[in-house]
Nanobody, 126 residues
Framework: QVQLVESGGGSVQAGGSLRLSCAASRYTVSINCMGWFRQVPGKEREGVADIDSLGSTSYADSVKGRFTVSKDNAKNTLYLQMNSLKPEDTAMYYC????????????????????WGQGTQVTVSS
């Protein structure tokens, strides 16, 4: 089991920035990949960015150049720095973790992630 708790969401105007955090705790498995996903009502949850145990990262085309995923292994914390935010970035953002999935070769596969946080809302106004 892995417990994931997100924070850092909020409301911001277009062009602004937010930094999401995801604290991982209560490990009983080794984590290989961690990722950020987002979902708006009525749509499927989509991958935003993920990072593997060696630091290899992947991004959805819609956020490349604007978002940066990183992790602090000492703090067991995953981050998502979001810059140049757009109204279409408005969504509930979820942190996820996987133990056996290889996100380096097959990135942003939602169904490969076994552990999920409760989500944090990001709202971008125009």
């Amino acid at each position: 089991q892995v417990q994931l708790v997100e924070s850092g969401g909020g409301s911001v105007q277009a062009g602004g920035s937010l930094r999401l955090s995801c604290a991982a705790s209560r490990y009983t498995v080794s984590i290989n990949c961690m990722g950020w996903f987002r979902q708006v009502p009525g749509k499927e949850r989509e991958g935003v960015a993920d990072i593997d145990s060696l630091g290899s990262t992947s991004y959805a085309d819609s956020v490349k150049g604007r978002f940066t995923v990183s992790k602090d292994n000492a703090k067991n914390t995953l981050y998502l720095q979001m810059n140049s935010l757009k109204p279409e970035d408005t969504a509930m953002y979820y942190c996820a973790a996987a133990s056996t999935y290889s996100c380096r070769w097959y990135p942003l596969k939602r169904y490969e992630y076994s552990y999920w946080g409760q989500g944090t809302q990001v709202t971008v106004s125009s």
